[in-house]
């Protein structure tokens, strides 16, 4: 996939949008990773210890889980010169024993990552405290079909990659407040996912979840990533919800999450 990446810049609000320090220099923010095709900015939003922060986790997203699939899929990168010609697959054969092989990337058994979530644990009405952090399946779609390959039918295990259920949903989390403040340029409401964007709390799963319970658009089939608002009322409260469908044209999860009220 070519990916097309013309830059939109949103303002800021002139303080860290998860800290709320104003008195300090603050960096622009990808709302979806430039590596992975985002092209949504919002500038002068984060200072420098926040910055590190989501930087931790969102290179973990982009390296660990989804490194071979943004290579296959000609993702964009900021060194396209370190850009590597093979990868090394990791794998176990018959006697268990660690084995490395160099592959060309159309050789590589790249795959498209995510999670199939629940709904957030608030709509399920699960106390706070009750709900599993980890709830969740991986699902995994290999963007080239390798199963017809004799170099994978000899009982290989194969690495394909590392997962975290608690970085991914506070990569999801920062997806959605910051798309938020973007689009509605204000703070004008009661934020619910700075503390779990920063690692300060890890009861992710009451805000973030699944949103394949929501209606598919059949434009999304040509799209790489879509983000929007739909927000919902619960109890008689009114949320703010977003709505993340990453790699969309591969069919993977939509997930929803709560951003406030």
Do not use: W
Request: positive net charge.
């Amino acid at each position: 996939m070519d990916s097309i990446n013309i830059p939109i810049t949103y303002p800021g609000l002139g303080k860290c949008i998860y800290c709320g320090k104003s008195n300090t220099k603050l960096s622009k923010e990808h709302i979806i990773p430039f590596g992975l095709g985002g092209n949504l900015i919002l500038s002068h939003s984060s200072c420098k210890g926040c910055a590190k922060i989501t930087s931790q986790f969102e290179r973990f997203i982009q390296h660990e889980m989804l490194g071979p699939a943004r290579i296959k899929l000609n993702l964009p990168t900021r060194r396209p010169q370190k850009r590597p010609k093979q990868l090394t697959l990791v794998y176990h054969s018959g006697d268990m024993q660690k084995k490395f092989e160099s592959l060309s990337i159309e050789e590589f058994p790249s795959v498209i990552a995510g999670f199939d979530f629940p709904e957030p644990a608030l709509l399920r009405n699960i106390p706070y405290n009750d709900h599993k952090i980890s709830e969740g399946r991986l699902i995994i779609k290999p963007i080239v079909d390798i199963t017809k390959n004799e170099k994978y039918k000899a009982g290989k295990k194969i690495k394909i990659g590392s997962f975290s259920v608690l970085e991914y949903k506070r990569f999801l989390a920062k997806i959605a407040h910051s798309y938020y403040i973007a689009q509605f340029n204000n703070m004008n409401f009661t934020p619910f996912l700075p503390d779990f964007i920063l690692g300060k709390n890890n009861q992710l799963s009451y805000y973030v979840g699944g949103g394949n319970h929501l209606p598919n658009n059949n434009s999304e089939s040509n799209i790489l990533h879509h983000l929007y608002r739909q927000d919902c009322i619960h109890n008689g409260i009114k949320y703010i919800g977003i709505v993340i469908h990453l790699f969309a044209f591969a069919n993977m999860p939509k997930y929803y999450v709560i951003v406030g009220r």
